[in-house]
C-alpha cells in the first residue's frame, strides 16, 4: 500500500468578523462569520480574499464546530477562484473558550482541518480543481491561517 504524500499549495490569511448569532438550533449553535478580506500566496498562485464570502458554523452538542466556509479568490493576475471549504475545530472544553473569546491560543492545543474545494474557469489554475486538497486552519485573534496541501 502507498501511503498518499502531501505538497504545499498555499497560504490563506483570511480576515474575519462575526455576525449577529442565530443561537441554538435543532442541530446546536449556529455561528455567522463574514469573511471581509485578505490575501492568498504559494508558489504557484498569490492575490487577494475578495470581501463577502462567509462561514457558517454550527457548534455540535459534542462541542465540535463544524465549517461551512465559501468566499472567493483573486490572483495577482486577474483570475477568479471559488472555493467551498468545510470542515471541523475541536479541542478541551477551555481551549475551546479561549478561541470563542478570540484570544491567542497554541495550533497545537486544537484540532482544525478541512477540505478546500476549487473552481475556476482560468485554464492556469486549473490544477486546482484537477487534484485534492486538504487543509490546516490556525485561528489566531485577527485573521484566521489556512495553510493548503495537495495531496499527491
Not at 497560504?11 to 463574514?34: C, D, F, H, N
Not at 504559494?42 to 466556509?69: C, M, N, S
Amino acid at each position: 500500500m502507498q501511503q498518499p504524500q502531501l505538497e504545499f499549495a498555499f497560504e490563506l490569511r483570511v480576515q474575519a468578523s462575526l455576525l449577529p448569532e442565530v443561537g441554538k438550533t435543532g442541530k446546536g449553535i449556529r455561528k455567522m462569520v463574514a469573511l471581509t478580506g485578505g490575501s492568498f500566496e504559494g508558489p504557484q498562485i498569490k492575490g487577494t480574499i475578495v470581501p463577502g464570502g462567509y462561514d457558517w458554523q454550527l457548534i455540535r452538542t459534542d462541542a465540535v464546530v463544524e465549517i461551512d466556509a465559501r468566499y472567493i479568490l483573486q490572483t495577482d493576475d486577474g483570475a477568479i477562484i471559488t472555493i467551498v471549504n468545510t470542515g471541523i475545530r475541536h479541542a478541551a472544553p477551555e481551549v475551546m473558550q479561549q478561541l470563542a473569546k478570540g484570544e491567542e491560543v497554541d495550533p497545537s492545543l486544537y484540532y482544525f482541518r478541512s477540505i478546500p474545494v476549487f473552481e475556476t474557469s482560468d485554464p492556469k489554475y486549473d490544477w486546482l480543481t484537477k487534484n485534492i486538497f486538504i487543509a490546516n486552519g490556525i485561528r489566531q485573534p485577527s485573521v484566521v491561517i489556512i495553510q493548503v496541501w495537495k495531496v499527491l
